[in-house]
């Protein structure tokens, strides 16, 4: 079975730039931690990718916070983040879930059997949407949320994802 890691956003702008929040921050050191007992071929990173007409999207009229504008400081991963991944295996996504890291991931479930666990920001967002996708198209598969490596835009609302998760059969650590 392959065990692979999801790292979701780990971003500039939601550690510690333009919807960055402590709950970010203290989750960088716990998610650098869990990436290395994974080879670097079985970690993939999603990374929000916004253009410049970023407030005039649906998701910008709700959210009218500019930030991930691909090219910025904003949008670039964590450093260390980056580094313990393949280049290949980073995923850019306009939007929360990311359709290409399902189809990837679902071509490869195809070759071998796979496991996964999924990391990073922000759990009430990016993270509950990209979980609920590869659940939904691998439904037989083990797939986990660690929360300790996982910071919503509020406590609150963190918890509330992981209970949508555990309510969708996805473990929560």
Not at 110 to 137: F, R, W
């Amino acid at each position: 079975m392959r065990k692979i890691l999801i790292v979701v956003d780990m971003q500039k702008d939601f550690i510690d730039g333009s919807l960055g929040t402590k709950e970010a921050q203290s989750i960088v050191n716990p998610v650098i931690e869990k990436m290395k007992c994974y080879s670097k071929s079985d970690i993939y990173l999603t990374r929000d990718t916004h253009s410049e007409n970023y407030l005039e999207t649906a998701e910008g009229k709700k959210l009218p916070v500019v930030h991930c504008v691909k090219g910025t400081e904003g949008w670039k991963l964590h450093p260390k983040v980056e580094s313990l991944a393949e280049p290949s295996h980073i995923i850019d996504k306009p939007t929360f879930g990311s359709m290409t890291l399902m189809e990837l991931l679902l071509q490869e479930h195809k070759q071998e059997p796979l496991e996964i666990d999924v990391v990073g920001l922000c759990t009430d967002i990016c993270v509950v949407s990209n979980a609920l996708l590869l659940k939904a198209a691998m439904p037989e598969i083990t797939i986990r949320v660690d929360a300790g490596c996982c910071a919503g835009v509020t406590p609150k609302s963190h918890e509330a994802a992981l209970i949508t998760m555990e309510m969708c059969q996805i473990e929560v650590l």
